[in-house]
């Protein structure tokens, strides 16, 4: 059986009355688990929250991992070029046209991944309908939103690359090479 008990202070100061009062109905009946409503809500929401958090804790790891792997991805294509941009460089290619080629690569490795991840996305997005409270797994403003913050962070890792490529010397790279 369960009681509901409205106060207008503290409940726990209700607390000492309330068993008074039970055992008085009936000396045999004990109070068990006596808790305020919110304690009790926080209770049933407690494993909700928990994965709430979990599933951001992992989100941010998988920003952070995207983050570098661009980074990596992104250098080493810079890397490899760099003997080509010194040889433009050399024959009067101007920074910015080599800024242009670079960010024509970023955009070509960020839309692949973005599509095929958006594409993922999707596809597991059945799995994830019990976890998700006031939105549809397809939401497509969730999914503008996540495009969006991707490419924020492809920007940002794409800003060290980029700036190797706008300091490039072309008579260090070419007798390096």
Do not use: K
């Not at 979990?54 to 983050?67: E, N, P, S, W, Y």
């Not at 992104?74 to 003997?83: E, M, N």
């Not at 009067?92 to 046209?97: D, E, I, K, V, Y």
């Amino acid at each position: 059986m369960t009681v509901l008990v409205r106060t207008d202070g503290e409940p726990s100061r209700v607390v000492p009355g309330l068993r008074a009062a039970v055992r008085r109905l009936d000396p045999d009946l004990a109070l068990a688990r006596v808790a305020s409503l919110d304690a009790l809500i926080d209770d049933q929401i407690a494993p909700r929250r928990f994965n709430t958090w979990l599933l951001t804790a992992f989100g941010v790891a998988a920003v952070a991992i995207t983050a570098i792997g661009l980074y990596s991805l992104l250098a080493y294509l810079v890397a490899l070029r760099r003997p080509e941009m010194a040889v433009r460089l050399s024959i009067g290619a101007t920074p910015r046209h080599l800024l242009g080629l670079v960010v024509r690569d970023v955009s070509g490795v960020v839309g692949i991944g973005t599509g095929l991840g958006l594409a993922g996305g999707l596809a597991a997005a059945a799995s994830m309908r019990g976890l998700l409270f006031g939105i549809r797994p397809s939401d497509p403003v969730s999914h503008v939103a996540t495009l969006l913050m991707l490419g924020i962070v492809a920007v940002a890792a794409a800003c060290i690359p980029l700036r190797r490529v706008m300091r490039i010397d072309p008579a260090i790279v070419l007798r390096i090479e």
